[in-house]
């Protein structure tokens, strides 16, 4: 396998999908040709990337829940419930565990076991073995976009069957759906295998039909500097792109300090738009989501509301396209209809009240702009020096040197040496800086709000700052004070 930035010839595109075909016999019924003139029929207000571009033209944020259970029929009321009851503007279709691992074989026994119980035996829906028709009777089932939420390596053979299968968005990415979700799968693999995953949707897009592609931006979800996700959702979006992928939504995880997430989602949109033109890709659409709190929730559900509340909160004065919808249930696991349809409407209740305020501009606001742009370009430049003028070279190189590292990332990939803490206003910062290739004066900024914290609680800057903070939100705070 070369890993070259480069959009996949035919003559190898045409022979790797030959065998990610044969991956399960659902992969049989895929016909591009009969794919495009399908979608070709769907109308507008149920294809994603116009219901995005409409809502970046009228600054409005839509509504993305999470959602996926085990059979289609009770998929499909699930997410009419959440359109209907919840008054979702977008719906998901997540993806179950075992079909992330390609563990097709276990995914026909989740269906099989939860047709004798009644109930959902898996954690999502398992597109693959369903298949292109069951998609299908999906998408035509609800009367808004659908995404496909996973977290696949290898999600080859899953793009294959839900494109087909009348998906018109798809998340994830080779480095934001390994790093976070694997122990120790090669970097260059997952990267290789997701150029596919863009190359197909390229195709699409050249047959007319546009795909919305969706990095995952959170990553670990955890105290992830915006500077470190804003990196990898650049990367990703400069690889889709040479794919030929044309509408990307790129993605942040809030943090929880208003000043940091609304200059984070601001720069996220301004860097990627930078990269992209700088790099000769002029015609992409660049969109934003914020996801709520992705870490620790508190248990009770009244807190829980207090959370997705701010994060709704967040995604409006932020002006993000989209917001991602965190429930009730999240401290708990997969949550019921009912719950999940509670936060929606707790967040549209937030985004609908605070539709006339965007965040002015105050000094704050440009200072944390400049530092998160500043920091980012340090990391994606040095990433394509390393690169020599390739930049999936780079991201191989940039990992194993520390130059890209995110922060509590499972993967033996990455590094692990950088580690973030909440400076005293909340805003996220590096404790540890370890091999980021940030000038003397972004390190000392970070290390001065960091001991501008630890004066205040007259205690030293330690990793116990990390972990009071991990679990803060769960406590219901936002800097974990030492008491
Ligand atoms: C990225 C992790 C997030 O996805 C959520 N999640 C994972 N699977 C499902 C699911 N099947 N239904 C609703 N939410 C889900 C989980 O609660 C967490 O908030």
Known sequence: MELKNKKLEDELFNSIRQDVLLQWSTGNDVDFDEAVAYHKEIPKHKVFSDKLIEAKEQGNTLIQPRAGVALVDKHIELLNYLVNEGEADLLPTTIDSYTR??????AEEGINESRKAGRSLLNGFPAVNHGISLCRKVNESVNVPVQVRHGTPDARLLTEVTIAGGFTSYEGGGISYNIPYSKNIPLDKTIYDWQYVDRLIGKYEEAGITINREPFGPLTGTLVPPCISHSVAIIESLL??????KNITVGYGQCGNLIQDIAAIRTLESLTEEYLHKFGYEDVV?????HQWMGGFPQDESKAFGVISWGAATAALAGATKVIVKTPHEAMGVP??????SGIKATKQLVTMLRDQQMVSISDL???KDMIMAETRCIVDKTLELGDGDLAEGTIRAFQAGVIDIPFAPSRQNAGKVFPARDNTGAVRFLECAHLPFTQDIKSYHHDKMK??????????SFQMVIDDIYAIGKGKLVGRPR
Not at 240 to 245: L, N, T, W
Not at 286 to 290: A, E, G, K, M
Not at 336 to 341: G, I, L, P, Q, V
């Open 240 to 245: 889709a792109a040479e794919q030929g992928v």
């Open 366 to 368: 440009k200072l944390e």
């Open 452 to 461: 501008e914290r630890a004066d205040y609680e007259k205690r030293d800057m």
């Open 101 to 106: 691992h390609n563990r097709y074989h276990e």
């Open 286 to 290: 660049v969109t934003t989501v914020l």
């Open 336 to 341: 019921t209809k009912e719950a999940n349809a």
